[in-house]
């Protein structure tokens, strides 16, 4: 019996002669195109919560997505319950939805050997103890009320899973890939004379729990959210109006992420809804800003060896110098595009249809030292941490809250401020980008992105930058704001 086929009956039950039959089954009322993914998980998780443990749960789930692609008509159909007769009654659900002239029909599969090897873990964290994974989360809690008096409440969480992956598609290709994914993150509430404020931090990727060590211990994490909440104990209101912002490296590219990204995501651009559509090869951006999409980085939350329809992930370089250079591809997009894919085709779980999505995404460190940059504002924010936020994708509209931002006042960094929201809209915001460190910072591990009701884990990063113009929405009162 051939290798493959081992793997597939220990996993899944799986024989080669199966995967032929279903594939069949999904192109027998037409079709270019159909693939099976099949997908085994296991997951654990912790919630510490006012040093209780409010939960502590483990679990598996397993099933099988199939779609049909007839031109740009997609069929999807999944099941939970992997005998022959789920599979192929989803199989055939997915071909009628889609039915349409058949093109294809399924020949020999070969099994296709990853490029990349971007998962470097002993022993994945799903196969640790669970009191390893409680000590982490009961540090953490320690130190973050160990930090200051006024931490009055601490929230401590800690998830993992490993996904095991086959995909096989009609062209022959089956592609197996096991992806390792841990996060710990800290939640902190500060209180002095009835003023409560809040702090968070925290980290992981494709990780085992070895990971947790020096600066990403659970006492750095706690440390920093607890800073954060104290900071803002002292915070005054934020001023309003425009002016110039300095945004941190690291995970203030959520901003870029949102009001950016999403908008070169390809679907969005065939659909001619995105505010890039049409502007390959034009200038959309300062010459300073190179953006790229960079599914490689090995341990990185947003990597993959393969993305969720089998290719290979890349580093995509969607903006250079300024001019746009291309979309985030996946198979349906880069069909009807006439384009090539990118790796970037992503879904949650076999529940949900792939579509073009961010690995990890951030804008490349420029030749500026970022004391510099600050010492060039006479008066404006400088936005270190962002919390929640919303964006139109239509034309990158974009609101966001700075959970940490300081006033810049004659180019030293003097007061925190809270209640700061930056406005504007992405297109614009790239074209006054004026200065561009030299200290790219990647997020430490905590993004999810949502699309369309699916999350999946991502990655950001920029270096630090300056936007010479840019709206602030501030509390502060007009007569006390010395910015205007």
């Not at 009320?145 to 401590?156: C, E, H, K, S």
């Not at 947003?302 to 890349?314: H, I, R």
């Not at 579509?355 to 030749?367: D, I, K």
Request: proline residues 5%; hydrophobic residues 35%.
């Amino acid at each position: 019996m051939p290798q493959r086929d081992h793997f597939f009956l220990e996993h899944y039950g799986l024989r080669e002669a199966d995967l032929e039959r279903y594939l069949a089954a999904a192109l027998s009322e037409g079709g270019d195109y159909a693939d099976l993914y099949f997908e085994y998980t296991t997951t654990s998780s912790i919630l510490l919560d006012e040093s209780l443990v409010k939960s502590a749960t483990e679990g598996i789930s397993m099933g099988c997505g199939v779609r049909v692609l007839a031109g740009e008509q997609t069929g999807y159909a999944y099941t939970d319950d992997l005998t022959p007769e789920k599979i192929l009654k989803a199989a055939r659900i997915a071909a009628r939805i889609a039915s349409g002239p058949a093109h294809v029909s399924t020949v020999g599969l070969t099994t296709v050997e990853s490029p990349n090897n971007l998962y470097h873990v002993p022993v994945p964290s799903t196969e640790r103890d669970l009191t390893e994974k409680l000590d982490l989360v009961q540090r953490g809690d320690g130190a973050a009320r160990a930090y200051d008096p006024r931490i009055r409440q601490v929230r401590v969480s800690y998830g993992d899973q490993v996904r095991h992956i086959l995909m096989a598609g009609s062209d022959g290709r089956v592609v197996t890939d096991l992806q390792p994914l841990v996060r710990l993150g800290v939640f902190t509430i500060a209180q002095e004379n009835g003023n409560l404020q809040s702090g968070s931090s925290g980290g992981g990727g494709r990780v085992g729990l070895e990971f947790f060590q020096g600066e990403n211990s659970p006492e750095s994490f706690a440390r920093e959210a607890a800073r954060q909440a104290v900071v803002q104990l002292a915070a005054r209101e934020a001023p309003a109006g425009e002016m110039e912002v300095v945004l941190g490296p690291g995970w203030p590219g959520i901003l870029l992420h949102e009001a950016i990204g999403h908008g070169l995501e390809a679907d969005f651009n065939r659909k001619g809804i995105s505010a890039f559509c049409g502007r390959i090869g034009q200038r959309v951006a300062s010459e300073l800003c190179t953006v790229v999409d960079d599914g490689t980085i090995p341990g990185r939350r947003g990597s993959l060896n393969v993305d969720d329809e089998g290719a290979p992930t890349e580093r995509t370089v969607l903006i250079e110098n300024g001019i746009l250079r291309g979309y985030l591809q996946d198979r349906l997009s880069a069909l009807v595009m006439k384009s090539t894919r990118t790796g970037n085709g992503r879904r949650e779980s076999y529940e949900h249809i792939p579509m073009p999505r961010m690995t990890n995404t951030c804008m490349l460190a420029g030749s500026e030292d970022p004391q510099e940059i600050i010492r060039s504002v006479r008066r404006g924010l400088y936005a270190v941490y962002f919390g929640g936020g919303q964006v139109d994708i239509t034309n990158g509209k974009f609101v966001f809250s700075a959970s940490e931002a300081y006033l810049i006042e004659d180019g030293k960094v003097t007061a925190p401020v809270k209640g700061a929201t930056l406005i504007g809209d992405g297109p614009t915001v790239l074209t006054r980008v004026t200065a561009v460190g030299n200290d790219l910072r990647l997020d430490p591990g905590i993004g999810t992105c949502g699309k369309d009701g699916q999350s999946v884990p991502v990655g950001v990063g920029i270096p630090t930058i300056k936007v010479s113009r840019l709206t602030v929405g501030g509390t502060a009162p007009r007569s006390a704001q010395s910015f205007q």
